[in-house]
C-alpha cells in the first residue's frame, strides 16, 4: 500500500509541474462552458413564455343580407376573453380577406358560410373556412380560438341529438369543477436547463473521458525514458504500479472536476441540483470509466501516438453520438447514443439539473456502474494476457 501511494504522489508532483497541463485541465473547459452557453443561449431558452400580442382578423359573413349574418360568430368575438387577443375586422368577400391577408392588413381572416346560424339550429355541422396569415404564432393561436368555438357548438349539438332537448340547459348551467385546462410546465419545481447547464454538464464529461489520455502519457513515458526497467528491479509489483498511477490521475481528476463545477456555479450562474452527493458519484464513476479504458487501449496499442489518437477519437466520437456537441432527437440518442458513457453521465446529471426524483436518475447510475465493471473486467484481462513491460 505504501508503494501505492509513493507512485501516486510522485504522479501528482509531475502532473502538477506542467503548466499547459494545467491549463487543458482547469482553464480550457470553463472557457469551452462560457462560449458554448453565450453563444447558444438563444437555441435553448430555457422554456421562456412568450407573449401573445392582439391582432386583426378579417371576418368574412357569405350571408346575402346583413340580417342573415351570424349572430353566434358575432357574440362570440364580443367575448371579453376573445377581444383581448382578437380584433374583428369586417371584409367584404373572400378576395379582400385574401388581398389583406397577403398584405399584411390582416393576421387571420375566417370565411362565415351563408346560413351558418340555421345549420346549426338544424342540427348540421358547424363549419368555418380559415385564410393562414404570415405569423405563425398568429395563425396557431386563431385557429385554437376558433376550433374550441366550432367543438363546443358540435358537442352541444351532439349531446342534444343523443340526451334530447332537455340536455342543452344543463351544459349551459355553469359548473363548480376545476379548470379543464392547466397551463403549466414538466418539473415546475426546478427552471428548465439552460443552454449554459447544458453544455457545462457536457464538456465536464468530455474533459473528464479525455483525463484518460494521461494515463496514456504517463504509461508510455516509462517506456520511453527507460524507467519501467528500473522500476521493475525494485520491489514494486506491476499492479502497484498501476494502481499508483490511476490514482494519482484520479485525484487530479477529481480536482479537475471540482473546480468546473465550482467556478461554472459561481461564474455563470450554473445550477447543479440539490443531489451533490450523487453528482460527485457519477464524476467519479466516469474517472473510473476513463481510466480503465485506457489501460484497455494501452494494452493492445504500441505506440503513445496511436493510443491517444485511438481515446480522442472514441471521445469525439461518443461525445457526438450523446447529444453533448448538440442536442440530438430523442431517436438517435435511444439508439446509437445508448452505447457511449457519455450518454448515461449526461442523461443523469441533465435530470438532477431539473430535480427529477431518484427514480429516473438510478438508472444511469446503475448502466454506468455497469460499464466500469466491464471495463475493469477488460482492463484487468487484458493485463493478465499483454502484460506490462520494457
Known sequence: MANIWTIAAYELRRLLRSRSMLINLFLLPILLIFLLGSALSGVMDGGKDQTIDSFRVGIVDAAANPSERSQLIGNFLKAPEVAEIITPETADSREAAVSGVRSGEYGYAVIVPAGFDKDIMSGKEARLEYILGKNRTDNMVAATVFDNFLSGINYRQAAAMMLGPQAIPAMTEPGEGGPAVVLGKLNEGAPAYTASQYYAAAMLLMFLLLCG?????????EKDNHTLFRIGSMPVKGGEL?????????IVSVLQCASIIVATHFLFG????????????????????SLTLSVVICMFVRTAALARSVSTGLTVVMTFISGGMAP???????????????????RSILRMMLESPLSQISGSIVMLSLIGFVLTGLAFFSYRKVGYHA
Do not use: E
Open 213 to 221: 489520455q494521461m494515463v496514456i502519457t504517463s504509461l508510455y513515458s
Open 242 to 250: 498501476f494502481m499508483g498511477k490511476m490514482l494519482g490521475i484520479g
Open 328 to 346: 440530438l432527437p430523442d431517436s438517435w440518442l435511444n439508439t446509437g447514443g445508448a452505447f457511449s458513457i457519455n450518454h448515461w453521465g449526461l
Open 270 to 289: 450554473v445550477y447543479w441540483g440539490n443531489r451533490p452527493g450523487l453528482l460527485a458519484l457519477v464524476c467519479l464513476l466516469m474517472i473510473f470509466a
